[in-house]
């Protein structure tokens, strides 16, 4: 916080009006109150459950012996991660810190080419109805490679072609139907 603080001052006496924002703490995870008076924005992820994101991403240790993710997803007996568990645990904490003034987006979401398909569109759907109904903007990891729509290599999907391209036709629907919702709710 003490960083960031002297940071705002020194960008904000070149550009006074500059848009500002700030990672929350653990890789995006965690809001950080103490930024809330800077006037500057914070940026969450769109990962989580991990298990399900990065199922099989060789930068996670160990992902490559996690089983093949569901949605929801079932990590223990007891336990499910679920629509209602992402709005408890990823929306709702970031929500609070909106309430003091703040503005948040997701800025980076997505899930690794290896999750199966449709374990991808039903959880990457809860996410963006969540943030949809949170009001916040979203962005992809990529828009073409592992994690997009275009050319991501999935092994499960039949793609479109498109001026040499592979277009996974199913995702960037559900992309385009939240956007259109988003569009009539305003």
Wanted: hydrophobic share 40%; aromatic share 10%.
């Amino acid at each position: 916080v003490k960083v960031v603080k002297r940071l705002v001052e020194g960008i904000r006496a070149e550009d006074a009006q500059r848009l500002i924002i700030a990672d929350g703490l653990r890789w995006g995870n965690d809001a950080v109150h103490g930024l809330a008076d800077l006037g500057i924005a914070q940026s969450t992820r769109g990962y989580q459950p991990m298990e399900v994101s990065h199922f099989k991403a060789s930068w996670i240790g160990g992902s490559d012996k996690w089983p093949t993710p569901t949605w929801p997803l079932h990590p223990g007996a007891n336990d499910v991660f679920d629509k209602a568990r992402l709005h408890r645990e990823r929306i709702v904490p970031w929500q609070a810190l909106e309430a003091k003034g703040v503005g948040v987006h997701v800025g980076e979401c997505g899930a690794f080419n290896q999750t199966p398909h449709d374990v991808v569109l039903a959880w990457f759907g809860d996410c963006l109805d969540l943030w949809r109904e949170a009001g916040w903007g979203y962005s992809l990891w990529n828009l073409r490679g592992a994690f997009g729509i275009v050319d991501s290599q999935r092994p499960d999907v039949s793609y479109e072609e498109k001026d040499g391209h592979k277009v996974d036709r199913a995702f960037l629907e559900l992309l385009k139907e939240i956007g259109r919702a988003s569009c009539r709710e305003r």
